[in-house]
């Protein structure tokens, strides 16, 4: 099967890393906790943070959970759009908060004017995966920084998720030293790769990244994902040669899926939405590819991508066979009404 329904980064990474990695693999390595001071300090270089603001975590879903444990009490509302990361909701009802939600409507616009109104007195926490995950949405910066704004004054923290840097190039990391309110988020599990082995960080405010170090669990990280991080970390040119390819694959994907008559919607991400309802039922697509050796998604029951599957996109000529399954996917489903 072709695993194009997760996320996950399509192409192997380069064998010598493999192979880096597989040797250091031995005795201490298994027998010793983990020992990350390497990784904070080349992450902190790489971020041009200090090291004490950043706090490495299992995941970046870690991250997530540790600011809900940290800051969100009984009726604390927090602010998220919808859809977006399925976590972010799960947490705020495991934490027991009240979940102010901005709803993408059927054109995948947003009432922005709504999301500042929901950044007020009682919010706690506004969370934004910026692109979003599933819309793909990237906000504008001038949106981002007024929410930001507003949050300081409620008082509320704002966690920019950007699980999906470097394949948009937008970062608001630069905005950590004018805004102590503010945290980013970020993943090893997409454009590095590293989904398996759980790694990820947070960077912020001093105090607010000591708040999140009390609550996680100690030694979460592994020295294999901490090893991996390290040398993701030393040689950028890993993540910013697959964000190439994954951009390559997306202008094939968008050529060939718009002329089979869908619509590919533009994308900052690894993933693409494809409208499909006009021509088949997206879930009956779903099973279609599956046949096929191919796995993506629908979304039922979301209103804005109920007519859509998601693709995780890769490689031009692994969107060039997917795009050859989709239209015989589609030729088949034809067919099938026909008889
Ligand atoms: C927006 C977003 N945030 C966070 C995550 C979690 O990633 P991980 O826990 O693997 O770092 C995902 C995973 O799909 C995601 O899409």
Known sequence: MVRLHRNERQSPLPDWFVNKVSRAIGGSLFTNYPAADELYRVLGEQLELPEDQI????????????????????????????????????????????????????DMKLDYQKLLDCVSSGARLVILANPNQPTGALLEQRLLREVIERAARVPALVALDEA???????????????????????????????????????????????????????????????????????????MADYARQVSQGA???????????????????????????????????????????????????VPCLEDCIRVTLGPPELMMSFGRALQQALEELDEGRRD
């Open 164 to 238: 999906y840097y470097p394949f948009s190039d937008f970062t608001a990391l630069p905005w950590l030293s004018g805004f102590s309110n503010l945290l980013i988020i970020r993943t090893f599990s997409k454009a590095a790769g590293l989904a398996g082995l759980r790694i990820g960080f947070v960077a912020g405010h001093r105090e607010v990244v000591e708040n999140l170090f009390k609550v996680r669990s100690a030694h979460d990280i592994n020295s294999i994902a901490v090893l991996a991080a390290t040398l993701l970390v030393n040689h950028p040119e890993i």
């Open 55 to 106: 706090l490495l975590t299992a995941g970046s879903d870690a991250a997530i959970k540790a600011l809900f444990h940290a800051y969100i009490r009984q009726g604390d509302a927090v602010v998220m759009l919808q859809p977006s990361y399925a976590m972010y909701e799960v947490y705020a009802r495991l934490f027991q908060a009240e979940v102010r939600a901005v709803t993408f409507d059927r």
């Open 251 to 301: 202008e094939v994907l968008t050529r060939m899926a718009n002329g089979l008559g869908l619509e590919a919607l533009p994308t900052y991400t690894n993933f693409m939405q494809i409208r499909v309802g006009h021509r088949c039922d997206p879930s009956r697509l779903v099973a279609k590819l599956e046949e096929k050796g191919y796995l993506v998604r629908s979304h039922t029951g």
